[in-house]
T-cell receptor, first 113, second 111 residues
Framework: ETGVTQSPTHLIKTRGQQVTLRCSSQ?????VSWYQQALGQGPQFIFQ???????GRGNFPPRFSGLQFPNYSSELNVNALELDDSALYLC????????????FGEGSRLTVL | EDQVTQSPEALRLQEGESSSLNCSYT??????LFWYRQDPGKGPEFLFT???AGEEKEKERLKATLTKKESFLHITAPKPEDSATYLC????????????FGTGTLLAVQP
């Protein structure tokens, strides 16, 4: 039990649509990170939020955006969906300034047709 | 550029047959090296953190070791329930807790 829950677990969208994925983290986590994991690959860092602001981003275009809320929940928004956006999207909770493990949710499986 | 390479890509063992998984890395200012286990369709489950060369950690049939260039995950007398993908990740310098993952080793343990 990691204390990180994600919704929805599965969803299907068509190319060009927009999607919002949600994550709820336990109160002990003050950072939230999002990762994209394509089939057969390791997770790729999208961005991290701390104190409701983005404080780091990987090699993802601006159509990937996020929010972190005071209640430790978070959203990942992806606009203008492309076929290559099909992946497992993982949310992870952690502690800023502390070297330590990240606690992952079960993920949201997005399929873009 | 920070990078993690895992080998082999896939490994099939008989129950009780011990082996090792390799993770080689290049990173600026290693803050930690992490091993995760991932079951199909699930999120990664934390196993170990190693912080400096020479460090070792153990958990049941798993033992992780770290050198300046690589880490090994040793599996002793594996059981079918150890079947999963094992992911290695490093955390380097910077303001975030960003993890750089390898592509994983898919382990299958046959009874």
């Amino acid at each position: 039990e990691t204390g990180v829950t994600q919704s929805p677990t599965h969803l299907i969208k068509t190319r060009g649509q927009q999607v919002t994925l949600r994550c709820s983290s336990q109160s002990g986590h003050n950072t939230v990170s999002w990762y994209q994991q394509a089939l057969g690959q390791g997770p790729q860092f999208i961005f991290q939020y701390y104190r409701e602001e983005e404080n780091g981003r990987g090699n993802f275009p601006p159509r990937f955006s996020g929010l972190q809320f005071p209640n430790y929940s978070s959203e990942l928004n992806v606009n203008a969906l492309e076929l290559d956006d099909s992946a497992l999207y993982l949310c992870a909770g952690g502690l800023a300034g502390v070297t330590g493990e990240l606690f992952f949710g079960e993920g949201s499986r997005l399929t873009v047709l | 550029e920070d990078q993690v390479t895992q080998s082999p890509e896939a490994l099939r063992l008989q129950e009780g047959e011990s082996s090792s998984l390799n993770c080689s890395y290049t990173v600026s200012g290693l803050r930690g090296l992490f091993w995760y286990r991932q079951d199909p369709g699930k999120g990664p489950e934390f196993l170990f953190t190693l912080y400096s060369a020479g460090e070792e950690k153990e958990k049941e049939r798993l033992k992780a070791t770290l050198t300046k260039k690589e880490s090994f995950l040793h599996i002793t007398a594996p059981k079918p329930e150890d079947s999963a993908t094992y992911l290695c990740a490093v955390q380097g310098g910077g303001a975030t807790n960003k993890l750089i993952f390898g592509t994983g080793t898919l382990l299958a343990v046959q009874p």
